[in-house]
């Protein structure tokens, strides 16, 4: 089946900085990926639509400047946490969709973000 | 609106019992896709099956079978002669069908442990 790998599976780091994650899918090209949160013993709330070569869509209250998205390349979406604070600890997982119209969606391995 | 329910937040099992994970779901499409997804303690989500709204069929997967009833949108799971290693949070998901469709909706999760 299709892979798409995440980059860190889990990353620590101060209050105040700022933390990419890469999601990459490894054997399809994705025009659309999206990002998701998930805190403990919950379900996955999606965050963001990602969309190639244009702007991602962010789910209501949601933070666009918190929460920056980039999805330079049909196959690289990027979520970088700017100036982490602990409430933004919590695990990410992205999709990528493989095809424009069968909507067969992949997951990456999640990354677990902790800040202290 | 799409909506997808899980009464069960957590379910015991001794091994080699048999369980059903419900799933309740509600749209105004008449076309979707219903999903099981896995989650491991590890955190990745392990896709488990996609079923095409068309299509009512129950499906058998070795100790895995579904049992969908569009009479009541229910897409319900159940495992048979349950191990440890179904121990895990199960995710069922409704997304739209039509090309360009995006979003995942997911339910709350069940946890199911199943114990030696």
């Known amino acids: 089946g299709a892979v798409v790998s995440q980059h860190p599976s889990w990353v620590i780091c101060k209050s105040g900085t700022s933390v990419k994650i890469e999601c990459r899918s490894l054997?399809?090209?994705?025009?659309?990926m999206f990002w998701y949160r998930q805190f403990p013993k919950q379900s996955l709330m999606l965050m963001a639509t990602?969309?190639?070569?244009?702007?991602?869509?962010?789910e209501q209250g949601v933070e666009k400047d918190k929460f920056l998205i980039n999805h330079a390349s049909l196959t690289l979406s990027t979520l970088t946490v700017t100036s982490a604070h602990p409430e933004d600890s919590s695990f990410y997982i992205c999709?990528?969709?493989?095809?424009?119209?069968?909507?067969?969606?992949?997951f990456g391995e999640g990354s677990r973000l902790t800040v202290l | 609106a799409q909506k997808v329910t899980q009464a069960q937040t957590e379910i015991s099992v001794v091994e080699k019992e048999d369980v059903t994970l419900d799933c309740v779901y509600e749209?105004?499409?008449?076309?979707?896709?219903l999903f099981w997804y896995k989650q491991p303690p590890s955190g990745e989500l392990v896709f488990l099956i996609r079923?095409?709204?068309?299509?009512?069929q129950n499906e058998i997967s070795g100790r895995y079978s579904w049992n969908f009833q569009k009479s009541t949108s229910s897409f319900n799971f159940t495992i048979t002669a349950s191990q440890v290693v179904d121990s895990a949070v199960y995710f069922c998901?409704?997304?739209?069908?039509?090309?360009?469709?995006?979003?995942?909706?997911f339910g709350t999760g069940t946890r199911l442990t199943v114990i030696p």
């Open positions: 054997d399809f090209q994705a025009t659309t």
């Open positions: 998901a409704l997304s739209e069908a039509y090309p360009g469709a995006n979003n995942l909706f």
């Open positions: 999709s990528a969709k493989r095809g424009r119209l069968t909507g067969e969606l992949f």
């Open positions: 990602s969309n190639e070569g244009s702007k991602a869509t962010y």
């Open positions: 079923r095409n709204s068309f299509d009512e």
């Open positions: 749209t105004r499409d008449t076309t979707y896709y």
